[in-house]
C-alpha cells in the first residue's frame, strides 16, 4: 500500500460532506470557495482551475503564481480557498480535489458581478437645440448583469405629459423629446442600475434657445406733473439678451437692469424711473430685448393725472343750512345780478356774494 494510503489500519476512502456553495461576489471584493470533507486521513486536498486545468493549491501550500490566492483549513475538515480582490477573469468552475484511487472531486461556480459603469464616450453631453427642434439624449452602460437605464429629470420635474398624465422618469437607453420649447431646459438624469450597488448616474444638460419674451405688471399708468414713478419689464431669454429703453425711437440713457438666471434662462428685470414734469414727457415709454433668435418689445404709456376737485368752504360761519335752504329761493335774485356779479343774501342787506359761489353751493348741497 503507497504512503498516499498509509494510516495505521485505516482503510476506508475520505468523503465529501457537502456541495461546494456557488459564491457571487462583486468585482473588487473577496470570494471564498469552501470545500468540506471527513475522513481526510493521510489524502490531501487539492484547487484546480477547471477551465484551465491549473493547479492553486495543494494541501497547506499555495502552487499558482497568482498571489491573490490563498488557503485555509479548519482540522483537516472545511478547506477553503480564498481569492482576493476578485477580477472579471476569476469567473468560472473551480475544482476539490482527493488524490484517493479513483480521484474524487466536486465543482463549484464562481460568478463574478460588475457594478454598472456608465460609458462617456458613448453617452451624450449637454445638448444645445432652438425651440420647436427635437432632442435625443443617449445614455449607455457597462456592467454584469447588463444594467438598466432610467432618465429622470433633476427637481423632481415631469420628462413630459402624455394625455394630461405625467411622465416622470423613462426606461430606455435614448429619451427622445419632440418639438421642445423653454420649459424643457434643464438638467436630465441618466441613472444605470443592474441590483450590484452602487448604482450611478450622469448629468445631461438640455439647451432650449428662444427669442425673448417680455412682461410688465403695468400698460397705462397715471401721474400728476412731478410725480416719480418707476417703469418695470421682466425679460426672459436664451441665450442672454441685450436690453434697452425707448422714447419716441430715441434711446434712453440710464435705468437699472438687475440679472438673473434661473433654471439656464436669462431673466433680466429692466426698471426706468422717471418724474413727468411736461406734457412732451408723457406718452409712450418702450422696453426692448434682442438676442440672436429674434425681438420683443413692451409699450408702457405714462398718463397725466385729472387734477382733484377742490372744495371751497364758506368764508364765514353765518352760512348755515337755513341760508343755504333759502338760496334756492333766490333764484331771480341771482339772474337779476349777473350783470354786477353779486347778489344780495336779504332785501335791504348790505352783504352780497359772487353768483358763481352761490352756484357753487347750490350744486354742492342740492
Known amino acids: 500500500m503507497s504512503d498516499m494510503h498509509a494510516y495505521g489500519s485505516h482503510t476506508t476512502d475520505p468523503t465529501f460532506t457537502a456541495p461546494i456553495v456557488n459564491v457571487t461576489v462583486p468585482v473588487g471584493r ?73 480521484m474524487k472531486s466536486q465543482v463549484g461556480y464562481l460568478d463574478v458581478v460588475v457594478p454598472p459603469d456608465i460609458l462617456d464616450f458613448e453617452t451624450s453631453r449637454d445638448i444645445v437645440v432652438d425651440e420647436g427642434q427635437n432632442a435625443t439624449l443617449t445614455c449607455s452602460a457597462s456592467g454584469l448583469p447588463p444594467p438598466t437605464i432610467t432618465w429622470r429629470r433633476e427637481k423632481e420635474k415631469p420628462i413630459l405629459s402624455v394625455g394630461g398624465k405625467e411622465v416622470f422618469s423613462i426606461e430606455s437607453q435614448n429619451l427622445s423629446l419632440k418639438n421642445v420649447n423653454r420649459h424643457y431646459m434643464g438638467a436630465y438624469l441618466c441613472i444605470a442600475s443592474n441590483g450590484i450597488p452602487p448604482t450611478v448616474s450622469k448629468r445631461v444638460l438640455l439647451v432650449v434657445n428662444f427669442p425673448p419674451n417680455i412682461r410688465t405688471r403695468q400698460e397705462e399708468i397715471f401721474v400728476s406733473p412731478g410725480q416719480k414713478v418707476v417703469l418695470e419689464c421682466v425679460t426672459e431669454s436664451h441665450p442672454n439678451s441685450v436690453n434697452y429703453w425707448l422714447r419716441d425711437k430715441e434711446f434712453i440713457q440710464g435705468g437699472t437692469y438687475e440679472s438673473v438666471t434661473l433654471e439656464n434662462i ?7 424711473t422717471i418724474r413727468p414734469i411736461q406734457t412732451k414727457d408723457f406718452g409712450e415709454y418702450k422696453c426692448i430685448a434682442k438676442n440672436s433668435l429674434g425681438q420683443s418689445e413692451k409699450v408702457i404709456t405714462v398718463f ?16 348755515n343750512d337755513n341760508i343755504i335752504e333759502n338760496l334756492i329761493q333766490l333764484t331771480p335774485a341771482i339772474s337779476s345780478g349777473r350783470q354786477s356779479g353779486c347778489v344780495n343774501l336779504n332785501p335791504g342787506s348790505t352783504t352780497s356774494v359772487p353768483v358763481f359761489y352761490l352756484l357753487y353751493i347750490i350744486v354742492i348741497n342740492c
Open 30 to 102: 473577496d470570494a471564498f470557495l469552501t470545500c468540506k470533507v471527513h475522513d481526510l486521513v493521510a489524502f490531501k486536498v487539492a484547487w484546480l482551475r477547471v477551465d484551465t486545468q491549473t493547479i492553486l493549491t495543494i494541501q497547506n501550500h499555495v502552487i499558482t503564481k497568482n498571489q491573490r490566492i490563498g488557503i485555509s483549513h479548519t482540522e483537516h475538515r472545511i478547506w477553503q480557498l480564498r481569492i482576493r480582490d476578485v477580477r472579471e477573469s476569476d469567473r468560472g468552475w473551480y475544482m476539490c480535489q482527493i488524490n484517493t484511487d479513483p
Open 266 to 272: 436669462f431673466k433680466i428685470v429692466m426698471r426706468l
Open 304 to 319: 397725466q393725472k385729472a387734477p382733484p376737485l377742490v372744495q371751497v368752504s364758506p368764508a364765514t360761519d353765518n352760512f
